[in-house]
Protein backbone atom coordinates (compact mmCIF):
# COMPACT_ATOMS: atom_id res chain seq x y z
CA UNK A 1 0.00 0.00 0.00
CA UNK A 2 1.34 3.41 -1.00
CA UNK A 3 1.13 5.93 1.73
CA UNK A 4 -0.24 9.24 0.43
CA UNK A 5 1.60 12.05 1.28
CA UNK A 6 0.88 14.85 3.89
CA UNK A 7 -0.74 17.95 2.75
CA UNK A 8 0.78 21.08 5.03
CA UNK A 9 -1.42 23.84 6.33
CA UNK A 10 -1.86 26.88 6.51
CA UNK A 11 0.54 28.42 9.66
CA UNK A 12 2.86 25.70 9.12
CA UNK A 13 3.15 26.17 5.15
CA UNK A 14 4.07 29.41 5.33
CA UNK A 15 6.60 28.56 8.16
CA UNK A 16 7.82 26.08 6.04
CA UNK A 17 7.63 28.13 3.00
CA UNK A 18 9.39 30.92 4.62
CA UNK A 19 12.53 28.51 5.92
CA UNK A 20 13.02 26.93 2.19
CA UNK A 21 12.92 30.33 0.87
CA UNK A 22 15.68 31.58 3.78
CA UNK A 23 17.80 28.84 2.97
CA UNK A 24 17.59 28.48 -0.54
CA UNK A 25 20.86 29.23 -2.96
CA UNK A 26 18.60 30.52 -6.00
CA UNK A 27 15.25 30.56 -7.23
CA UNK A 28 12.09 28.68 -5.94
CA UNK A 29 9.58 27.55 -8.73
CA UNK A 30 5.76 27.57 -7.17
CA UNK A 31 5.39 24.58 -9.03
CA UNK A 32 8.18 22.67 -7.24
CA UNK A 33 6.78 24.41 -4.07
CA UNK A 34 3.90 22.94 -4.39
CA UNK A 35 4.20 19.67 -5.31
CA UNK A 36 6.57 19.55 -2.17
CA UNK A 37 3.99 20.98 0.24
CA UNK A 38 1.03 18.54 -1.71
CA UNK A 39 -1.20 21.29 -2.24
CA UNK A 40 -2.05 23.58 -5.53
CA UNK A 41 0.71 25.88 -7.31
CA UNK A 42 -2.19 28.84 -6.27
CA UNK A 43 -2.54 27.77 -2.97
CA UNK A 44 1.80 29.13 -2.68
CA UNK A 45 0.46 31.57 -4.50
CA UNK A 46 -1.94 32.84 -1.89
CA UNK A 47 1.06 31.96 0.67
CA UNK A 48 2.93 34.06 -0.55
CA UNK A 49 1.17 37.11 -0.83
CA UNK A 50 -0.05 36.41 2.85
CA UNK A 51 4.11 36.57 3.53
CA UNK A 52 4.74 39.72 1.90
CA UNK A 53 1.73 41.44 3.30
CA UNK A 54 3.97 40.30 6.93
CA UNK A 55 6.56 42.20 5.23
CA UNK A 56 8.62 39.26 4.29
CA UNK A 57 10.68 40.67 1.70
CA UNK A 58 9.59 37.62 -1.32
CA UNK A 59 10.22 38.46 -4.92
CA UNK A 60 8.43 36.40 -7.90
CA UNK A 61 11.31 36.77 -10.55
CA UNK A 62 10.85 34.87 -13.92
CA UNK A 63 12.58 32.32 -12.54
CA UNK A 64 10.85 31.82 -9.09
CA UNK A 65 10.38 33.20 -5.47
CA UNK A 66 13.20 34.45 -3.78
CA UNK A 67 13.60 35.89 -0.59
CA UNK A 68 15.15 39.58 -1.18
CA UNK A 69 18.87 39.77 1.18
CA UNK A 70 20.09 42.83 2.19
CA UNK A 71 21.31 44.56 -0.90
CA UNK A 72 24.88 44.33 -1.94
CA UNK A 73 25.29 47.30 -4.53
CA UNK A 74 26.59 50.52 -3.31
CA UNK A 75 24.99 52.26 -6.37
CA UNK A 76 20.90 52.25 -7.59
CA UNK A 77 19.56 54.03 -10.79
CA UNK A 78 16.36 54.05 -12.35
CA UNK A 79 17.12 54.55 -15.74
CA UNK A 80 14.34 55.67 -18.66
CA UNK A 81 14.47 53.65 -21.45
CA UNK A 82 13.12 53.12 -25.41
CA UNK A 83 13.83 50.11 -27.92
CA UNK A 84 12.04 47.52 -29.81
CA UNK A 85 11.22 44.42 -28.57
CA UNK A 86 14.30 43.01 -30.57
CA UNK A 87 16.81 44.88 -28.82
CA UNK A 88 15.95 43.38 -25.57
CA UNK A 89 18.83 41.00 -25.24
CA UNK A 90 21.22 42.89 -26.84
CA UNK A 91 20.02 46.04 -23.89
CA UNK A 92 20.48 43.11 -20.68
CA UNK A 93 23.33 41.97 -21.95
CA UNK A 94 25.45 45.34 -22.35
CA UNK A 95 24.32 45.88 -18.78
CA UNK A 96 25.37 42.67 -17.25
CA UNK A 97 28.73 42.28 -19.09
CA UNK A 98 29.45 45.86 -17.45
CA UNK A 99 28.52 43.71 -13.65
CA UNK A 100 24.99 45.56 -13.45
CA UNK A 101 22.28 44.04 -11.91
CA UNK A 102 18.80 44.59 -13.64
CA UNK A 103 16.38 44.69 -10.95
CA UNK A 104 13.02 45.31 -12.72
CA UNK A 105 11.24 46.74 -15.31
CA UNK A 106 8.44 49.24 -15.09
CA UNK A 107 5.65 50.79 -17.52
CA UNK A 108 3.57 53.56 -16.73
CA UNK A 109 0.35 52.21 -18.52
CA UNK A 110 -2.95 54.18 -19.61
CA UNK A 111 -5.28 52.14 -17.66
CA UNK A 112 -3.76 50.42 -14.65
CA UNK A 113 -0.84 52.70 -13.89
CA UNK A 114 2.37 51.34 -13.05
CA UNK A 115 3.24 47.68 -13.65
CA UNK A 116 6.07 46.75 -12.42
CA UNK A 117 7.80 43.28 -12.81
CA UNK A 118 11.19 41.94 -11.49
CA UNK A 119 14.04 40.79 -13.49
CA UNK A 120 17.15 40.20 -11.45
CA UNK A 121 19.25 39.25 -14.00
CA UNK A 122 23.42 39.78 -13.92
CA UNK A 123 24.37 37.12 -16.26
CA UNK A 124 24.50 36.43 -19.37
CA UNK A 125 23.02 33.19 -18.57
CA UNK A 126 20.41 34.56 -16.70
CA UNK A 127 19.30 37.05 -19.17
CA UNK A 128 19.25 34.07 -22.13
CA UNK A 129 16.71 32.02 -19.74
CA UNK A 130 14.55 34.99 -19.21
CA UNK A 131 14.50 36.18 -23.23
CA UNK A 132 13.85 32.03 -23.43
CA UNK A 133 10.78 32.40 -21.16
CA UNK A 134 8.98 35.51 -23.14
CA UNK A 135 9.66 33.27 -26.29
CA UNK A 136 8.39 30.29 -24.94
CA UNK A 137 5.36 31.82 -22.88
CA UNK A 138 4.68 34.47 -25.95
CA UNK A 139 4.06 36.76 -23.90
CA UNK A 140 5.13 40.14 -24.79
CA UNK A 141 7.73 42.72 -22.85
CA UNK A 142 5.99 45.46 -20.80
CA UNK A 143 7.20 48.11 -22.95
CA UNK A 144 5.08 46.91 -25.88
CA UNK A 145 2.14 48.23 -24.21
CA UNK A 146 4.28 51.68 -23.85
CA UNK A 147 5.49 51.86 -27.86
CA UNK A 148 8.97 50.46 -26.21
CA UNK A 149 9.04 53.10 -23.09
CA UNK A 150 10.14 51.42 -19.69
CA UNK A 151 12.13 52.02 -16.78
CA UNK A 152 14.84 49.66 -15.05
CA UNK A 153 15.66 49.87 -11.84
CA UNK A 154 19.82 49.67 -11.78
CA UNK A 155 21.99 48.42 -9.27
CA UNK A 156 25.87 47.74 -9.38
CA UNK A 157 28.86 48.19 -7.00
CA UNK A 158 30.30 51.82 -7.73
CA UNK A 159 28.75 54.63 -9.65
CA UNK A 160 31.96 54.22 -12.61
CA UNK A 161 30.36 51.59 -13.84
CA UNK A 162 27.28 52.87 -13.55
CA UNK A 163 28.39 55.67 -15.43
CA UNK A 164 29.86 53.73 -17.60
CA UNK A 165 26.83 51.69 -18.36
CA UNK A 166 24.66 54.49 -18.63
CA UNK A 167 26.90 56.11 -21.46
CA UNK A 168 26.67 52.60 -22.96
CA UNK A 169 22.84 52.79 -23.42
CA UNK A 170 23.08 56.19 -24.42
CA UNK A 171 25.76 55.31 -27.49
CA UNK A 172 23.65 52.22 -28.44
CA UNK A 173 20.50 54.50 -28.64
CA UNK A 174 18.26 52.57 -26.02
CA UNK A 175 18.10 55.30 -23.41
CA UNK A 176 14.07 57.84 -23.89
CA UNK A 177 15.84 60.73 -25.90
CA UNK A 178 14.18 63.60 -23.85
CA UNK A 179 15.90 61.76 -20.80
CA UNK A 180 19.75 61.31 -22.45
Not at 21 to 26: D, K, M
Not at 78 to 91: F, L, M
Request: glycine share 6%.
Amino acid sequence: MVQEKKKLLGKTRRKWLLEKLQSANGPLKGSELAKEANVSRQVIVGDVTLLKAEQHPIIATSEGYILQQQPVYSVERIVACQHAPGRTEEELQLLVDLGVTVKDVRVEHPVYGQITASIMVSSRREVKKFIERIANSRAGYLSELTEGIHLHTLAADDESIMDEAIELLRERGLLVPEWD
